[in-house]
């Protein structure tokens, strides 16, 4: 059967396609620079059926969010951390999101897109919210255990943690050329992110050291 044929007969690989080519054009034009024609264009299909899939681009860009939290919410809960102790286990989450959000520069950029528009569209998806605790829970599984090991404050919280995380991983992407530019000195690119991974730790278990 000819590939044109097969993708015809396959509507869950052309919405794929789609929300891979809008994820690529609402990171790098932002929803309001966005056109459906680029969309269908990276999809190889037409807009005609890119507008039978999601309706309005406005609906296929929250699903876009939807989509992309919930790869890097399954990367995070992919990681099988309760199989270590709680300090490594808090130092590979860090390493691995530090990792993620380097290897998924469009997920940063369409993130901070969103933030420009204050959130309007990531507040309208009833999804992203639940889908989002799994951040929350993954965290609370290990400090929990380093709690009660003694390692950690008895007073941490995840969310203050998911943030601290958080970030150092958005900054390193967000305001990579800037803070290059501005304070990098001779330190080449490849320094600066190993510099930047060692940080994301470091903070992180450090902010973690138990009080007095």
Known sequence: MPATEKRKNDP???????????????????????RMEQIATLAQTTKRMVVYHFATKENLYIQVLESVYQQIRSHETGLKLSDLPPEKAMARLAEASFDYHIS?????????S????????????????????SALEVLDGILTRGKVAGVFDAEASAVDVHRLISSICTHNVS???TFHALFGGSETEEQSIARNRQLVVNATLRYLRPRG
Do not use: P, W
């Open 12 to 34: 869950q690989g052309l919405k794929l396609r789609i929300l891979a080519g809008a994820l690529t054009t609402f990171a790098e034009f932002g929803l309001q620079g966005a």
């Open 114 to 133: 969103e933030n420009l528009m204050r959130g309007r569209y990531i507040s309208q998806s009833t999804r992203l919210k639940t889908l989002n605790q």
């Open 175 to 177: 305001n990579r050329y």
């Open 104 to 112: 998924h520069a469009d997920f940063m950029r369409l993130v901070c």
